[in-house]
């Protein structure tokens, strides 16, 4: 059973998917809720503030399911096709996540102002991650590098260099910029054959768990 804090973030989700976010009422997530407005204050502090949970939210379900998909048993290469052709399909189907990732916010989406500097901090630890600052599209894409390089490269004896761990990282950059870049403008043969020819043997000549894990 989901907590008043998550049933408040997916009333406050489902009421984003019918109107703007300057039409949402507290009162309103507060009742599709089954809680009180005061419930809904003392978790959030303001309706900034549950804008912010909900972006923050948004931002840590992407990069589970980046975690997840990189847990595979599959091929290196594989792995970040699936990572890149699952990006575009959370970002289309999802315009928050499309805004955070891509930098694009339309007017019917949450634009939370960051939390005042001298705020009192929110006694809720939840809060207090989310009012602390939300990721940048550069901030996702350095966190969805950095595991994907991480995932592939678990270590082997004697390391690696630090050209190839370059290489690595590179690679892993180019798989989710090249997933971005067809959440802007999709390509006609998809986008697992354009991460594939980008990354697909440059990868597995770099990575020495190119056939699992």
Same mark, same amino acid.
């Given at each position: 059973?989901?907590?008043?804090?998550?049933?408040?973030?997916?009333?406050?989700?489902?009421?984003?998917?019918?109107?703007?976010?300057?039409?949402?009422?507290?009162?309103?997530?507060?009742?599709?809720?089954?809680?009180?407005?005061?419930?809904?204050?003392?978790?959030?502090?303001?309706?900034?503030?549950?804008?912010?949970?909900?972006?923050?939210?948004?931002?840590?379900?992407?990069?589970?399911?980046?975690?997840?998909?990189?847990?595979?048993?599959?091929?290196?290469?594989?792995?970040?096709?699936?990572?890149?052709?699952?990006?575009?399909?959370?970002?289309?189907?999802?315009?928050?996540?499309?805004?955070?990732?891509?930098?694009?916010?339309?007017?019917?989406?949450?634009?939370?102002?960051?939390?005042?500097?001298?705020? $009192?901090?929110? @006694?809720? %630890? +939840?809060?207090? /991650? *989310?009012?602390? =600052?939300?990721?940048?599209?550069?901030?996702?894409?350095? !966190?969805?590098?950095?595991?994907?390089?991480?995932?592939?490269?678990?270590?082997?004896?004697?390391?690696?260099?630090?050209?190839?761990?370059?290489?690595?990282?590179?690679?892993?950059?180019?798989?989710?910029?090249?997933?971005?870049?067809?959440?802007?403008?999709? $390509?006609?043969? @998809?986008? %697992? +054959?354009?991460? /594939? *020819?980008?990354? =697909?043997?440059?990868?597995?000549?770099?990575?020495?768990? !190119?056939?699992?894990?």
């Amino acid at each position: 059973m989901p907590t008043a804090r998550e049933s408040l973030l997916n009333a406050a989700l489902v009421a984003l998917g019918e109107l703007p976010w300057s039409a949402v009422r507290m009162v309103d997530v507060a009742s599709a809720a089954g809680v009180s407005r005061q419930t809904l204050y003392n978790e959030f502090g303001s309706k900034d503030g549950l804008a912010r949970a909900l972006v923050r939210r948004e931002a840590d379900t992407y990069l589970h399911g980046v975690e997840r998909l990189l847990a595979e048993r599959t091929g290196a290469a594989e792995r970040l096709v699936a990572v890149a052709e699952w990006t575009v399909g959370e970002a289309r189907a999802k315009p928050l996540l499309r805004a955070l990732l891509t930098g694009c916010w339309s007017e019917r989406l949450p634009a939370p102002r960051p939390a005042r500097r001298g705020a $009192v901090l929110s @006694g809720v %630890p +939840a809060q207090r /991650r *989310a009012d602390a =600052g939300l990721p940048s599209p550069v901030d996702l894409v350095a !966190a969805v590098r950095d595991r994907s390089a991480a995932a592939l490269d678990p270590g082997r004896p004697g390391g690696r260099t630090r050209e190839e761990a370059a290489e690595l990282a590179y690679r892993c950059e180019l798989a989710v910029r090249l997933a971005l870049s067809c959440v802007v403008a999709p $390509v006609g043969g @998809g986008t %697992p +054959a354009l991460v /594939r *020819a980008a990354v =697909g043997g440059a990868v597995s000549a770099t990575s020495p768990t !190119a056939g699992g894990r």
